[in-house]
């Protein structure tokens, strides 16, 4: 299917994808006007926020399909276009993004897009996409899609500590409260209590992201089969984690703390110039966009340092 709400620059074409709890997900992509750099650049994978439709996305996906990048945009469970509907039967939580949202996604992505499933890919997360996106980068499938490294962008741990002042006690007691009703409910609300406008959201999901929240732990995730502490420690990939001045979401001790969670990819924190604050940079993508590129370049460099140096 195509989608011709956009008249100009790079088409966009949509593939859906069926997870294993039979809701389907749809993935936007976007294929550079050259063919060449399709198939010499690497896939660009961009995740969002909490509450964010993939669709808010096309913007900078755009800028960078027309700068020569293959780009796709995919969808967090429940969210946007996505069928899957979070009630106390139908749950998820953090470890089937990971294992199955962000891989199958990844690989559709690139059928879409005539790539092959070993062509280097970089992911673009925001926010919450991010904090999966972590643990995503921990496992095998990662490695099997040849995901060479992140870049977040007001992806960073919502731990209450890494907050200061009002918001501190704000996040802490409003975190807690999301999480408590999440659980005894098994969804969060998209009704009159949804303040912050996550829209509904799997009760495991937000219990999880409230325990993270409150000890910046990812142990113990529900249906975990591996130990996430210990395999995001192991994970090697470049990481990048950036924000904007004015973020109030993700503070810099909020990415900082979130990179110590992956100490082998040393996450380097960086402020962007700019107040696009916690989302407007998807819309207004240039320094993003330009950010992005360069940051796959020296990805590009890194490794082939390392080949020169034979390791």
Same mark, same amino acid.
């Given at each position: 299917?195509?989608?011709?709400?956009?008249?100009?620059?790079?088409?966009?074409?949509?593939?859906?994808?069926?997870?294993?709890?039979?809701?389907?997900?749809?993935?936007?992509?976007?294929?550079?006007?050259?063919?060449?750099?399709?198939? @010499? &650049? $690497?896939?660009?994978?961009? /995740?969002?926020?909490?509450?964010?439709?993939? =669709?808010?996305?096309?913007?900078?996906?755009?800028?960078?399909?027309? &700068?020569?990048?293959?780009?796709?945009?995919? !969808?967090? =469970?429940?969210?946007?276009?996505?069928?899957?509907?979070?009630?106390?039967?139908?749950? /998820?939580?953090?470890?089937?993004?990971? @294992?199955?949202?962000?891989?199958?996604?990844? /690989?559709?992505?690139?059928?879409?897009?005539?790539?092959?499933?070993?062509?280097?890919?970089?992911?673009?997360?925001?926010?919450?996409?991010?904090?999966?996106?972590?643990?995503?980068?921990?496992? $095998?499938?990662?490695?099997?899609?040849?995901? &060479?490294?992140?870049?977040?962008? %007001?992806?960073?741990?919502? *731990?209450?500590?890494?907050?200061?002042?009002?918001?501190?006690?704000?996040?802490?007691?409003?975190?807690?409260?999301?999480?408590?009703?999440?659980?005894?409910?098994?969804? *969060?609300?998209?009704?009159?209590?949804?303040?912050? %406008?996550? %829209?509904?959201?799997?009760?495991?999901?937000?219990?999880?992201?409230?325990?993270? #929240?409150?000890?910046?732990?990812?142990?113990?995730?529900?249906?975990?089969? =591996?130990?996430?502490?210990?395999?995001?420690?192991?994970?090697?990939?470049?990481?990048?984690?950036?924000?904007?001045?004015?973020?109030?979401?993700?503070? /810099?001790?909020?990415?900082?703390?979130?990179?110590?969670?992956?100490?082998?990819?040393? #996450?380097?924190?960086?402020?962007?110039?700019?107040?696009?604050?916690?989302?407007? *940079?998807?819309?207004?993508?240039?320094?993003?966009?330009?950010?992005?590129?360069?940051?796959?370049?020296?990805?590009?460099? %890194?490794?082939? #340092?390392? !080949?020169?140096?034979?390791?």
């Amino acid at each position: 299917m195509t989608d011709r709400e956009d008249t100009t620059g790079p088409v966009m074409t949509v593939t859906r994808v069926t997870l294993p709890d039979a809701s389907v997900t749809p993935v936007q992509c976007f294929a550079p006007e050259d063919d060449a750099t399709r198939t @010499s &650049r $690497p896939l660009v994978m961009i /995740w969002p926020g909490l509450g964010v439709g993939g =669709r808010y996305y096309r913007p900078i996906a755009r800028y960078l399909a027309e &700068r020569g990048m293959p780009v796709a945009i995919g !969808e967090l =469970r429940g969210q946007g276009a996505s069928t899957a509907v979070a009630s106390r039967r139908h749950r /998820w939580g953090y470890h089937h993004l990971a @294992s199955e949202d962000y891989p199958m996604e990844i /690989w559709a992505a690139k059928a879409e897009l005539g790539l092959p499933a070993d062509h280097p890919t970089v992911l673009l997360t925001h926010s919450m996409g991010g904090q999966v996106g972590g643990i995503f980068l921990s496992r $095998p499938e990662a490695r099997e899609l040849n995901v &060479r490294g992140m870049m977040g962008v %007001g992806s960073g741990t919502p *731990w209450y500590r890494t907050f200061s002042g009002s918001a501190r006690i704000k996040f802490l007691l409003g975190s807690q409260f999301m999480g408590a009703y999440s659980q005894i409910t098994g969804r *969060w609300t998209d009704g009159p209590l949804d303040v912050i %406008g996550y %829209g509904r959201q799997s009760g495991m999901h937000l219990a999880e992201w409230a325990k993270l #929240a409150r000890t910046n732990s990812l142990e113990g995730l529900h249906d975990a089969d =591996r130990n996430y502490v210990l395999a995001m420690r192991a994970t090697t990939v470049p990481v990048l984690l950036t924000r904007f001045r004015n973020d109030e979401d993700c503070t /810099w001790a909020s990415a900082e703390k979130y990179g110590r969670l992956l100490p082998k990819t040393f #996450a380097r924190v960086e402020e962007l110039d700019g107040d696009l604050g916690h989302n407007r *940079w998807a819309r207004d993508p240039q320094i993003v966009g330009d950010r992005l590129i360069r940051f796959c370049a020296q990805i590009d460099e %890194g490794a082939a #340092a390392r !080949e020169r140096n034979g390791r």
